[in-house]
């Protein structure tokens, strides 16, 4: 019954691959989320999603891309993994009105090698 | 972007009553500002909402003055359960989402 889940819950690469990220939501929402939380815990967002509307933080680099095949799923695609990639990376959603909350899930911990 | 400064932590003793204060200097007239609870190994949890004034449910209090440039979560008595980092989120719905900006986040200890 998990309302935002994620895979993997753990992640360990070597530098130069290329990885994704999996999350799903069963809450019925329709805008989706992709957070970087850093090593000392600051929380920011790289994309939102919205349908066919992608809102990104001009910070992320180009390596980074959401993809949505549906609207109860956006995934993180990682090209060319960097050392700077390693994080915990949390998915969230939100029923997109006004006023918003967001529900995140348990995060995948990414660690580049 | 709304940029918001908290403090980077706080201690407190069990069944102490706790503010945390947020800044919020350039907030937009449609930013609503939320209040998120973090545990380790956890994602964030909402906590509490509001626009201004003050809103309480059963877990905390949010004052927000009538400027609108700070808000206070108050915590109730808290418990050792209670330690865990708290973010102010403030923001608009999407697509502004999209620009919303966490504060760095308050670690709260509880001591027995």
């Known amino acids: 019954d998990t309302a935002v889940s994620q895979t993997p819950k753990y992640l360990v690469t070597q530098m130069g691959n290329d990885k994704s990220i999996k999350c799903e939501q069963n809450l019925g929402h329709d805008t989706m989320y992709w957070y970087k939380q850093d090593s000392k815990k600051f929380l920011k967002i790289m994309f939102s999603?919205?349908?066919?509307?992608?809102?990104i933080n001009e910070t992320v680099p180009n390596r980074f891309s959401p993809k949505s095949p549906d609207k109860a799923h956006l995934n993180l695609h990682i090209n060319s993994l960097e050392l700077g990639d390693s994080a915990v990376y949390f998915c969230?959603?939100?029923?997109?009105?006004?006023?918003?909350?967001?529900?995140f899930g348990p995060g995948t911990r990414l660690l580049v090698l | 972007l709304a940029k918001t400064t908290q403090p980077i932590s706080m201690d407190s003793y069990e069944g102490q009553e706790v503010n945390i204060t947020c800044s919020h200097n350039n907030i937009a007239t449609n930013d609503y500002i939320t209040w998120y609870q973090q545990f380790p190994s956890q994602g964030p949890r909402f906590i509490i909402q509001g626009y201004k004034t003050k809103v309480t449910n059963e877990v905390a209090s949010l004052f927000i003055p009538a400027d609108r440039k700070s808000s206070t979560l108050s915590l109730p008595r808290v418990s050792l359960s209670d330690t865990a980092v708290y973010y102010c989120?403030?923001?608009?719905?999407?697509?502004?989402?999209?620009?919303?900006?966490f504060g760095d986040g308050t670690t709260l200890t509880v001591k027995p």
């Open positions: 969230a959603s939100s029923h997109g009105g006004v006023p918003e909350t967001q529900y």
């Open positions: 989120l403030v923001g608009d719905f999407f697509p502004n989402a999209g620009k919303s900006t």
């Open positions: 999603y919205n349908n066919k509307e992608l809102i």
